[in-house]
């Protein structure tokens, strides 16, 4: 035995699509750069700094832990808005082997 479908409901697995997103101006992907850098700088030089300063007993291995994890904050403030490139290498690289805009 069957149910009965309303007429107006879609039955398509997939949802509707919706509006595009906005693309962000050149000077909020220049600032969300920038607050990338920022964190990945903050933590990185801050985690070596507690190591060497306050002999916090922490080895390479743990102030490389901190590294990534400023490299992580910072992907994760900025990749929304700009990409999160956070490198001007890695943007280059881009630009030359994979078509990204030299405007970008």
């Not at 030089?45 to 904050?73: E, K, R, S």
């Amino acid at each position: 035995m069957q149910t009965a479908r309303p007429s107006g409901v879609d039955q398509s697995s997939s949802p509707a699509p919706g509006p595009e997103p906005a693309r962000a101006t050149l000077g909020a992907a220049c600032a969300a750069e920038a607050c990338g850098v920022f964190l990945v700088i903050l933590f990185g030089l801050g985690g070596g700094h507690v190591a060497t300063l306050c002999g916090a007993g922490i080895g390479l291995f743990d102030v490389g832990l901190i590294w990534g994890v400023g490299v992580l904050l910072g992907v994760l403030a900025a990749e929304g808005v700009s990409g999160a490139h956070l490198n001007p290498a890695v943007t280059l690289a881009l630009v030359c082997f994979r078509g990204f805009p030299w405007r970008r």
